[in-house]
């Protein structure tokens, strides 16, 4: 993907029109610690937010710390998140991480990418996602809808995730980058949806080759 000096104004104009549509923005999940943030992103993986804040409190109500999920019975665990679906794996990692968290980390969680992804259960987007919005360090978490996103307003040509997250970092300086994600998740959920973008009303559509662009309404 090109990242000349025309390439990274158009992604310097599309982000300016996200912070228009956006101007602050934090992630819709509910935490109090770096350690429950972690948690409750890989359990927001194939399911809302909403759903996640749901079970949550429930959760770390009865596990408080890392050292109590660790230990935890994953049955029971299982129970209380069941409805987020994909429960018994995301059971798994969220034990997993807790322990290797204790075991290598005191407890803390690390506040850099390749010591985050050692975490049994967290990858890429998942660190990038803590690391950028309790810390507001560099990092772009790339989710389906940055992926889709970034792919129609020809920011890359990749579809592998790592792939989509270096041309990113190539086209935006490094003090954008925490800013990145959250913005275009968050327009990939309100105006840019896979099957039907509301492409009508899409303040992209001058800079956008989507080919399927969806008529007004009606
Ligand atoms: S014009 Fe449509 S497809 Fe293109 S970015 Fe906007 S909503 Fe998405």
Known sequence: ??????????????????KKR????????????????????????????????????ALFSRWPEPADLGAANPEEVEAVIFSTGFYRQKTKSIIALSQDLLE?????????LDELVTLRGVG????????????????IAVDTHVKRVAYRLSLTDETDPTKVETDLRNLYPQKEWSGISMRYIQFGRDVCDSRKPRCWECEMVDRCRFPDKTPFPG
Request: proline share 8%; glycine share 2%.
């Open 1 to 18: 993907m090109p990242t000349d000096a025309a390439a990274r104004r158009h992604a310097r104009t599309l982000l300016g029109r996200l």
């Open 22 to 57: 956006y101007p602050t923005i934090r992630t819709e999940l509910d935490y109090r610690s770096p350690w429950q943030l972690l948690v409750v992103t890989v359990m927001s993986a194939q399911t809302t937010d909403e759903n996640v804040n749901k079970v949550a409190p």
């Open 104 to 112: 290598r980390f005191h407890g803390e969680v690390p506040r850099d």
């Open 124 to 139: 890429r987007k998942t660190a990038s996602v803590v690391l950028a919005e309790v810390w507001d360090l560099p990092a």
